[in-house]
């Protein structure tokens, strides 16, 4: 049996391509039912028909009231259908929004709880829709680690953070990636200052807000009065968070659990990077496990490791090699990799 660490992903993930993932392969249509029934209750659309639109439209789809759903449930879905005859799980962790997702998989929520969690927290950011995101690289195409361009490009955004009328902060440290949040004059000055990169990058990301900063202080506050600590419980499997901190079964204080996922994580940098590393050095997994939707959070994740040295990986080349070789990475949004874990 191998054992393996699973990653939950966030926003962004559920894009085209992946219209009818829930259809395809969510496996539990009574839970299915259970998140519909919650959406319904809200007014909501419901995710059977999000999940079975004609098309995919990026001005529906990706609004957070709607993505965090479906993205919620795919995770979840993925996380059931993994095959634990063969595979021991021994700790999950997630990206952003995905964190949700991990409180679920990792037996802190129940399934309904944890759709009631990301549900509600999607709503609030799409109600609110404060400031704006973009991604840009510090590493090329080789995914070689360039510390001295990371700490440039992080001198660059408190530089403009610290003008009058400007906001920005680092939102997700995301492997050979950052995330930079704040508000349209931030955002607008960055993308000013630095040099087009992969043809692509600085990007901003449609429909997301200035996550993990605090400019969503009031989202935060209204999350803390409609999800009570109640919710929480004991987890069921080691869940790492957004700072690279473990919550233990049986030693879990849940009144902190909640206060950190409706008050830190939701302002305060996430640090993907470490939360993996963590993963990588504590856990030793034979197999990091993606869960879906979408493809886009494998590349953050190999970066993330070759940033950490695991197995003395030093590029992208020495990531193709060992993964041609023993794969320990399976993104379960690719149907050939999806089989090796279901």
Same mark, same amino acid.
């Given at each position: 049996?191998? +054992? ?7 926003? @962004? ?12 392969? #969510? ?7 259970? *998140? ?38 795919? =995770?979840?879905?993925? *996380? ?8 021991? $799980?021994?700790?999950? =962790? ?20 944890? #759709? ?5 927290? @999607? ?45 920005? /902060? ?15 004059? @931030? ?22 807000? /200035? ?5 969503? /202080? ?21 869940? $790492? ?19 950190? =996922? ?9 640090? *993907? +990077? ?16 993606? +869960?879906?939707?979408?493809? =886009?959070?494998?590349? /953050? ?26 794969? *320990? ?14």
């Amino acid at each position: 049996m191998k +054992t393996a660490v699973v990653i939950c992903p966030g926003r @962004g993930t559920y894009n085209k391509a992946e219209l009818g993932y829930l259809s395809r392969h #969510f496996p539990d249509q009574v839970l299915l039912s259970d *998140f519909d029934a919650q959406r319904g209750a809200q007014g909501q659309t419901t995710l059977g028909e999000l999940d079975g639109a004609s098309r995919f439209s990026v001005a529906t789809h990706t609004r957070g009231d709607n993505a965090s759903a479906l993205i919620y449930a795919a =995770t979840l879905g993925d *996380f059931l259908s993994i095959d634990r005859a063969r595979i021991e $799980i021994v700790a999950v =962790t997630g990206n952003s929004m995905g964190w949700y997702s991990a409180l679920a998989c990792g037996g802190s929520l129940s399934p309904q709880d944890g #759709f009631r969690v990301s549900n509600t927290m @999607g709503t609030l950011m799409q109600n609110a829709l404060i400031g704006g995101q973009l991604i840009y690289p510090f590493v090329g195409e080789d995914w070689r680690p360039d510390p001295a361009r990371r700490a440039a490009l992080l001198n660059l955004v408190a530089d403009i953070a610290s003008r009058d009328g400007h906001v920005l /902060a680092l939102s997700i440290a995301l492997g050979g990636m950052l995330v930079l949040a704040g508000n349209e004059s @931030g955002l607008a000055a960055f993308e000013k200052a630095v040099e087009p990169a992969q043809e692509r990058f600085p990007m901003r990301l449609a429909n997301h807000a /200035a996550f993990h900063t605090q400019l969503q /202080a009031p989202v935060a506050n209204e999350g803390r009065e409609r999800l009570p600590a109640s919710l929480f419980g004991q987890p069921d499997l080691p869940m $790492i968070d957004g700072r690279g901190a473990i919550w233990w079964p049986g030693a879990t204080d849940t009144q902190a659990l909640w206060d950190y =996922t409706l008050g830190a994580q939701v302002t305060e940098a996430y640090d *993907f +990077t470490r939360a993996v590393t963590v993963a990588a050095r504590e856990f030793a997994p034979d197999l990091f496990i993606i +869960t879906g939707p979408g493809t =886009t959070l494998g590349g /953050a994740v190999a970066q993330s490791l070759i940033l950490a040295e695991w197995y003395g990986m030093g590029d992208k080349g020495d990531f193709r090699a060992r993964q041609d070789h023993a794969p *320990f990475l399976a993104s379960m949004g690719m149907p050939d990799q999806r089989a090796t874990v279901v």
